[in-house]
């Protein structure tokens, strides 16, 4: 079965740090790949997505990540965070099929605190 | 453009009574998911359904709860009985079916949920 992992539960982070979050999956066929953030209190947004094409991706506020088809890994990065950055992060997959088997697996998600 | 519309917002109630939880998609989607969130388990897929019909309903923890999809822009989540631990918060999300899956989920703000 499919699966998400996110290496980190909690990072804590001073302003202006480098952030980069982990995300594997286990999934051998083609894949569709996002990063969703949900602020406190917020439902969940989409940050960015791959589905093809260039594996280093640019999504909003300042976001990249970095799809690694042999690691089978799909980080999040920002070079320099910022308080409002202050949310939970969650690495979402699906499938990529004809069938109509559009469901997301979604990782246990990434607490992120930065310290202004 | 109104995005997904879900209600109650809040709901406190006593254990044993029934709970409705009603979302409304965002217009011209086809896809519906319904997922609940909490601290010890994260985000949990519960049901989804593709042009009203329910694909996969596995994730639903028992018989107690029930969802359905009578037209493209309304469904329910039905719990009865509630019990304490059903206190969640529960997610609607809708999507748009493509070819290959790569449409993003849009998520409303969430039911909060509180059965004591």
């Known amino acids: 079965a499919q699966s998400v992992s996110q290496h980190n539960h909690h990072v804590i982070l001073s302003e202006a740090a480098s952030l980069e979050l982990g995300c594997n999956y286990s999934?051998?066929?083609?894949?569709?790949l996002f990063w969703y953030v949900q602020y406190p209190g917020q439902h969940l947004q989409l940050l960015l997505k791959y589905f093809s094409g260039d594996p280093l991706v640019k999504g909003i506020k300042g976001f990249e990540a970095e799809f690694i088809k042999s690691k089978f890994s799909f980080n999040l990065r920002k070079p320099s965070v910022q308080w409002s950055d202050t949310a939970e992060y969650f690495c979402a997959v699906n499938v990529r099929t004809g069938a109509g088997a559009n469901n997301l697996f979604f990782g246990t998600g990434t607490r992120l605190t930065v310290i202004p | 453009d109104a995005g997904v519309i879900q209600s109650p917002r809040h709901e406190v109630t006593e254990m044993g009574q029934e709970v409705t939880l009603r979302c409304k998609p965002i217009s011209g989607h086809n896809s519906l998911f319904w997922y609940r969130q909490t601290m010890m388990r994260g985000l949990e897929l519960l049901i989804y359904?593709?042009?009203?019909?329910?694909?996969?309903d596995s994730g639903m923890p028992e018989d107690r709860f029930s969802a359905k999809m009578p037209n493209a822009s309304f469904s329910t989540l039905k719990i009865q009985p509630s019990e304490p631990r059903d206190s969640a918060v529960y997610f609607c999300?809708?999507?748009?079916?493509?070819?290959?899956?790569?449409?993003?989920?849009?998520f409303g703000d969430g039911t909060r949920l509180s059965i004591l």
């Open positions: 999300a809708s999507s748009l079916l493509g070819g290959g899956n790569n449409q993003p989920q849009h």
């Open positions: 999934y051998g066929g083609t894949v569709n």
């Open positions: 359904f593709n042009n009203n019909v329910p694909i996969d």
